[in-house]
T-cell receptor
Framework: DAGITQSPRHKVTETGTPVTLRCHQTENHRYMYWYRQDPGHGLRLIHYSYGVKDTDKGEVSDGYSVSRSKTEDFLLTLESATSSQTSVYFC?????????????FGPGTRLTVL | DQQVKQNSPSLSVQEGRISILNCDYTNSMFDYFLWYKKYPAEGPTFLISISSIKDKNEDGRFTVFLNKSAKHLSLHIVPSQPGDSAVYFCAAGTSGTYKYIFGTGTRLKVLA
């Protein structure tokens, strides 16, 4: 199994509060991704990173920001959480770019915004 | 606009029989397709993939078929086993780009 951890695994927060989710990898892979999984929508890409300090937006980036100051860590921040951001969040990593390379997923973080 | 569609949210199959999961896409630029499997409370795991230069790829009990003219791919599992019960996501992407698009998933239940 690829060495990917996510923290916290579960979080309940209130509307308007800031939330930061952490993804940590031990594989030294260059590419990292944040997805959210919602019923009826599958997995949707929020942001991705193609190197330290290099990030770009995915399909559903509004309300989210990311940072990557080290190869191994990719942080997802909800500046002011809303109930629509209640979801399961997955981090993924890949060694190479694009669909020809497998993405390895972390165990997920279940976030509830009340 | 959903570029990758899995129109069957769920599927039940008897153990030992064939499971066929379907996926349709709309973007003709997609040239690589993947299937991922997801168990509850775990992250998705890669299952099998296919390039657009092929129309079939096989790995043990799993075979993926690609029909480019119909923009359709399918995953066949033969024989189905209870441990195959999971949510299956298809994904599609374009070589040279960083990311791919996932479908909404199909929940497969294999009945013992």
């Amino acid at each position: 199994d690829a060495g990917i951890t996510q923290s916290p695994r579960h979080k309940v927060t209130e509307t308007g509060t800031p939330v930061t989710l952490r993804c940590h990898q031990t594989e030294n892979h260059r590419y990292m991704y944040w997805y959210r999984q919602d019923p009826g929508h599958g997995l949707r890409l929020i942001h991705y990173s193609y190197g330290v300090k290099d990030t770009d937006k995915g399909e559903v980036s509004d309300g989210y920001s990311v940072s990557r100051s080290k190869t191994e860590d990719f942080l997802l921040t909800l500046e002011s959480a809303t109930s629509s951001q209640t979801s399961v969040y997955f981090c993924a990593i890949s060694e190479l770019a694009g669909p020809t390379d497998t993405q390895y997923f972390g165990p997920g973080t279940r976030l509830t915004v009340l | 606009d959903q570029q990758v569609k899995q129109n069957s949210p769920s599927l039940s199959v008897q153990e030992g029989r064939i499971s066929i999961l379907n996926c349709d896409y709309t973007n003709s630029m997609f040239d690589y397709f993947l299937w991922y499997k997801k168990y509850p409370a775990e992250g998705p795991t890669f299952l099998i993939s296919i390039s657009s230069i092929k129309d079939k790829n096989e790995d043990g009990r799993f075979t993926v078929f690609l029909n480019k003219s119909a923009k359709h791919l399918s995953l066949h599992i033969v024989p189905s086993q209870p441990g195959d019960s999971a949510v299956y996501f298809c994904a599609a992407g374009t070589s040279g780009t960083y990311k791919y698009i996932f479908g909404t998933g199909t929940r497969l239940k294999v009945l013992a």
